[in-house]
């Protein structure tokens, strides 16, 4: 028995805990933080104030989580944010392409329990601080209500992840709460003057189908007037969850202490609603249905915003300015709400999307007066008008990576944050998240390190891209179609399409290339072509436009629409080679052509987008001369995914398992080997209800086998040539179902050879091999 004597007060218990980084709050961007900077070698505590992580993506609040690719409905192609975040989505697709927020939430935990280097603190609230200094941060105060423990973390370093930047604030760094005026930044999107309104918050709820009778009777604080609620008729009786995006409130309150005043209405709202599905007589459909779950915590989209030694501003995501310290990217629309969020007569969201994805410089991820503090996800340093963008999940996962490496590479040799900003150490930054996995616009991964780079590579085939066969099926030109085809410098190929015609008439092509090579953006008209057509089918349609290609680029061939013609379609599906359609996506765009008002600083431009699968099949065709861009040279060209060019060697569709060889004129001591495969980075992976077709991508390849081959063949230029040397095969590791996008093999023992073969198989007969890197490391 336990017997304590009355006292006048007493202290929790308490643990002190002492790491190289403590990252505070365990959204999507403190998690992947954490992961990076744990994988990269250092003791990181994770504080997260509730049960389980992911902040706003979590079962808690059910969010899907987005970046750049936009719901596919924007330009940029292959813009899928990568590193972490991919693997996380990976995974999720993999186990869940359902799209059940439990089982995300415990892939995140899984990810973050399986890191040694992790701390993980669950339903720990960070609450208050110590310094040491007037600029530096020594430790952090949090409480756990669950096991009545108080924490006190010291670090050399933080990461302040928290959302409304809880860290960031009592230490005293800079922030801004509202909109800067115009003037400030030059953003001809920003009002006039600067104004406190906000984007809100919003509450989901689910419903599901019983299958037999359910009475709703409505709390009575439920919402009784649904007219309140200027968008009342959008309602629709089988919404819920994030298709309710708009149920927002609070931007004119105080986003952060008003935070449960907030909730409280938004119960109101929520509960009006359902009422109003299941009790107004106008939803039948829904007299089985009951809710299923509705959030106690609101998604919060805006509160501070704090202040690094650069903001982020509109100009830098429409112009896409570049920027040397660039560590991250964004692509999502600049996306902003009226303040009145549910109850305003004005549109629910105005998304304004740039021609193409922008860089996020390093700047604007660390506070520029606190000297240890990084800053990650919504709280980065970027304007209001910018945040309308950078604030989307993926990106800010993917920020929160860039944090997380600078963070190890400060933590092992005693920087600072603002540090790394001198050369070498941001190339030194960007080459460490380059090497895992992640995607920075424009930059290119240049690793001495890398022993593949001192191989000659070959293959026993490369595809010369000749033709898409046709497969018997057909899509009218309902819509303009483009095929997406990556040429070089000099003519134009000629294309062949295949046609059916229904009535004589003049079918119009056109040439596109988009204005900046590495966007995706059809926006310049090379050439065009008028083809008379007379009545028939498979009617061959040859294109030659007089015109010729000054880079590496993708060339868009234009079918543009006609009710009289069908294109005939191909099941064959290359890596880099899309299909895509002048539409539109109304979930985040308002018609097939961007039309902003004139002066706000926005670009006007078509919307070419893929179809999801299972459609979005290829436009059959035959190309002359092939193109011969799918070479073994991609495999070390530091990109890992298609950006102006599809940056992979892709087989032949003939060899369903081709070999890869690495062959070194000296013998190599190999420990690992990193390859980077195909998972359809056009693909946003939205992580909860969307659903996919698919648990792994269609052009992953899934089996390798790394083998030192027996006949091991002489490297071109080795001293004194001669005849291939014979030895023992060795099986060096096999992969089986793989699915990510990454696979970093660490062979049980080094291996010292002059050669290396990697055995492949095709994904499946429509679909040939296709990787986009092999490296090889000594250790
Ligand atoms: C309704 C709504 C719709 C949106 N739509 C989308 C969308 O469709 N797709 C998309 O990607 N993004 C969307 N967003 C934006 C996105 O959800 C947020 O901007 C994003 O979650 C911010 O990420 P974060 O990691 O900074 O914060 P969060 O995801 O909020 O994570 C912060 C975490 O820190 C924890 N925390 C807070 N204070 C403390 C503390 N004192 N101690 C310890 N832990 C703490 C929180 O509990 C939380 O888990 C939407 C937002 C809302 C609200």
Redesign the pocket.
């Known amino acids: 028995m336990i017997q304590s004597p009355p006292s006048n007060s007493r202290e929790p218990k308490t643990e002190r805990l002492v790491c190289d980084l403590a990252v505070?709050?365990?959204?999507?961007?403190?998690?992947c933080a954490a992961i990076t900077a744990a994988r990269a070698g250092i003791k990181v505590v994770l504080?997260?104030?509730?049960p389980v992580?992911?902040?706003?993506?979590?079962s808690?609040?059910r969010?899907?989580?987005?970046?750049a690719t936009s719901h596919m409905g924007n330009n940029n192609r292959w813009a899928r944010e990568g590193g972490v975040i991919d693997e996380l989505l990976v995974e999720n697709l993999y186990r869940n392409p359902e799209g059940n927020p439990l089982i995300l939430d415990t892939i995140i935990l899984e990810m973050v329990v399986n890191e040694p280097n992790i701390t993980l603190l669950l339903n720990?609230?960070?609450?208050d601080l110590e310094k040491s200094d007037a600029d530096t941060i020594k430790s952090v105060r949090?409480f756990c209500s669950q096991n009545s423990t108080a924490y006190e973390i010291s670090a050399p370093l933080f990461c302040d992840?928290?959302?409304?930047g809880?860290?960031g604030f009592l230490a005293g760094a800079a922030f801004r709460i509202g909109a800067e005026a115009r003037d400030e930044f030059g953003e001809a999107l920003a009002p006039a003057k600067a104004n406190n309104g906000l984007?809100?918050?919003?509450?989901?709820f689910y419903s599901k189908d019983t299958g037999r009778s359910v009475k709703f009777v409505p709390p009575s604080f439920a919402l009784k007037d649904i007219t309140k609620i200027p968008r009342w008729r959008d309602i629709k009786a089988g919404d819920y969850g994030?298709r309710f995006?708009w149920?927002?409130w609070g931007g004119k309150f105080d986003t952060i202490h008003d935070s449960e005043k907030i909730k409280w209405e938004l119960w109101k709202v929520v509960y009006g609603v359902w009422n109003h599905i299941k009790n107004s007589g106008q939803f039948p459909e829904v007299e089985t249905f009951t809710l299923e779950w509705v959030g106690t915590?609101?998604?919060?989209?805006?509160s501070r915003r704090f202040e690094g030694d650069y903001m982020l501003a509109q100009q830098d995501l429409v112009e896409q300015r570049p920027h040397a310290d660039a560590v991250s990217f964004g692509g999502?629309a600049i996306d902003l709400h009226p303040a009145d969020g549910v109850y305003s007569a004005q549109p629910a969201c105005m998304q304004w999307h740039s021609k193409g994805i922008y860089q996020i410089p390093y700047r604007s991820m660390y506070s520029r007066n606190i000297k240890n503090l990084f800053l990650?996800?919504?709280?980065i340093s970027s304007s209001h008008i910018a945040f309308g963008s950078t604030?989307?999940?993926?990106?800010?996962?993917h920020g929160?990576q860039a944090a997380g490496m600078a963070a190890a590479i400060c933590a092992k040799d005693k920087l600072q944050p603002r540090d790394l900003l001198a050369a070498p150490r941001m190339q030194e930054l960007q080459r460490d998240l380059l090497r895992n996995g992640q995607f920075i616009p424009g930059v290119s991964l240049d690793d001495p390190a890398d022993l593949a780079r001192r191989a000659e590579i070959t293959a026993t085939t490369e595809l010369k891209l000749s033709a898409l066969e046709p497969s018997g099926e057909t899509l009218p030109l309902d819509a303009s179609w483009a095929m997406m085809l990556p040429v070089q410098p000099g003519a134009m190929p000629k294309v062949e399409f295949l046609l059916d015609v229904t009535a004589p008439t003049v079918l119009r092509a056109e040439l596109r290339v988009s204005s900046k090579p590495g966007n995706h953006t059809p926006d310049v008209t090379l050439a065009t072509q008028e083809i008379k057509l007379v009545t028939g089918a498979r009617v061959r349609v040859p294109l030659k436009f007089a015109a010729a290609m000054d880079v590496p680029r993708y060339a868009f061939v234009c079918l543009m629409a006609n009710r009289d013609v069908s294109v005939h379609l191909s099941d064959q599906r290359v890596t880099g080679v899309l299909a895509l359609a002048q539409k539109f996506n109304r979930t985040v765009a308002k018609s097939p052509r961007q039309e902003p008002p004139a002066g706000c600083g926005i670009e006007s431009f078509e919307f070419w987008i893929p179809q999801r699968r299972p459609a979005g099949k290829n436009l059959a065709l035959t190309i002359d001369p092939p193109l011969e861009v799918f070479g073994v040279a991609n495999l070390t060209n530091g990109f890992a995914r298609p950006t102006n060019q599809p940056n992979a060697w892709v087989a032949d569709f003939s060899h369903e398992q081709p070999v890869l060889r690495l062959v070194w004129n000296e013998a190599q001591t190999i420990a690992r080997i990193e390859l980077g495969f195909d998972t359809d980075f056009d693909h946003p992976l939205?992580s909860v209800l969307h659903g996919h077709p698919e648990r792994v991508t269609p052009f992953c390849v899934r089996e390798v086998v790394v083998a030192q081959p027996a006949n091991v063949p002489v490297a071109a230029g080795t001293r004194g040539g001669g005849a291939p040397k014979s030895g023992t095969e060795r099986l060096l590791f096999e992969i089986k179902g793989n699915h990510h996008s990454r696979q970093v093999i660490r062979l049980s023992r080094p291996v010292t050879t002059d050669c290396l073969e990697l055995r492949l198989v095709a994904p499946t007969a429509h679909v040939p091999v296709a990787l986009f890197e092999v490296r090889c490391y000594a250790t």
């Open positions: 505070i709050g365990g959204g999507l961007s403190g998690v504080v997260q104030d509730r992580l992911g902040g706003n993506a979590s808690e609040v969010l899907w989580i987005l970046g720990t609230a960070v609450h949090a992840a928290s959302g409304d809880i860290v984007l809100g918050h919003t509450m989901y994030c995006w149920l927002e915590i609101p998604g919060k989209r805006e999502w990650a996800g919504r709280i604030r989307v999940m993926a990106t800010c996962a929160g939205e």
